[in-house]
């Protein structure tokens, strides 16, 4: 908790390069880890955390001067704070359940079948499926199809991929489908959620994210 609070040009820090730019981009890659590990030891889903984490980490590289990379460091602490204060109360899970999620994860971009998961994780079909549903209130391929629209939209607000690419890399039979599937879940289109939502939380005033409140979250 104490090095993601701390400022990126902290002498505590140490020096990972001795670029200027270079160095606190460094430990800012180093803090987005830690927040991912911190948010999912609280109970964000792992395939939100790992989404985030990637698409920042992609922000991170293309920032040009100290100041855009301690703006962005402040974004992303606050933006991870708001998603933790969402996930209270929600019951837990199983362990066979939080496994067979991972594998899900794990293999998002790819076609997933319940006889991969049940070889995986050596359970039967018919008990993972009854085990999902009653826990989750959603079939596995319910599960499946909405994380894939999750980090479709996270993909739509904080990254600049084409709805083809987005398409093709969740392995959507064509942009059509996907489309639809958007559309269905979120109630929009990819390009009108887009459009209404890009980079919105950059525009976010830092006061309504007081550090009492992070801090409370990360707990």
Same mark, same amino acid.
């Given at each position: 908790?104490?090095?993601?609070?701390?400022?990126?040009?902290?002498?505590?820090?140490?020096?990972?390069?001795?670029?200027?730019?270079?160095?606190?981009?460094?430990?800012?890659?180093?803090?987005?880890?830690?927040?991912?590990?911190?948010?999912?030891?609280?109970?964000?889903?792992?395939?939100?955390?790992?989404?985030?984490?990637?698409?920042?980490?992609?922000?991170?590289?293309?920032?040009?001067?100290?100041?855009?990379?301690?703006?962005?460091?402040?974004?992303?602490?606050?933006?991870?704070?708001?998603?933790?204060?969402?996930?209270?109360?929600?019951?837990?899970?199983?362990?066979?359940?939080?496994?067979?999620?991972?594998?899900?994860?794990?293999?998002?971009?790819?076609?997933?079948?319940?006889?991969?998961?049940?070889?995986?994780?050596?359970? %039967?079909?018919?008990?993972?499926?009854?085990? +999902? #549903? @009653?826990?989750?209130? !959603? /079939?596995?391929?319910? *599960?499946?199809?909405?994380?894939?629209?999750?980090?479709?939209?996270?993909?739509?607000?904080?990254?600049?991929?084409?709805?083809?690419?987005?398409?093709?890399?969740?392995?959507?039979? %064509?942009?059509?489908?996907?489309?639809?599937? +958007? #559309? @269905?879940?979120?109630? !929009? /289109?990819?390009?009108? *959620?887009?459009?209404?939502?890009?980079?919105?939380?950059?525009?976010?005033?830092?006061?309504?994210?007081?550090?009492?409140?992070?801090?409370?979250?990360?707990?």
């Amino acid at each position: 908790m104490k090095e993601i609070m701390l400022p990126l040009k902290d002498a505590q820090l140490g020096t990972l390069s001795p670029n200027p730019v270079r160095n606190i981009k460094y430990h800012l890659i180093v803090t987005i880890a830690l927040i991912t590990r911190f948010c999912m030891e609280g109970g964000l889903a792992p395939e939100t955390a790992y989404t985030l984490s990637d698409l920042y980490i992609q922000q991170v590289d293309s920032c040009q001067t100290e100041e855009e990379v301690s703006i962005l460091h402040r974004k992303i602490v606050f933006e991870y704070a708001n998603r933790m204060k969402t996930i209270k109360n929600q019951p837990v899970i199983s362990k066979p359940v939080v496994l067979l999620m991972d594998y899900i994860y794990d293999h998002l971009n790819e076609k997933i079948s319940l006889d991969d998961i049940s070889k995986e994780l050596s359970m %039967s079909k018919t008990y993972l499926c009854a085990l +999902f #549903k @009653k826990e989750c209130s !959603m /079939t596995i391929g319910q *599960y499946i199809n909405k994380l894939k629209i999750e980090s479709a939209s996270n993909m739509l607000i904080y990254a600049d991929f084409s709805c083809s690419e987005i398409s093709n890399y969740f392995g959507f039979s %064509s942009c059509s489908h996907f489309i639809s599937s +958007f #559309k @269905k879940q979120i109630g !929009m /289109t990819p390009n009108e *959620y887009r459009k209404h939502f890009y980079r919105h939380h950059f525009d976010t005033n830092d006061s309504a994210y007081p550090e009492s409140d992070l801090a409370a979250s990360l707990k």
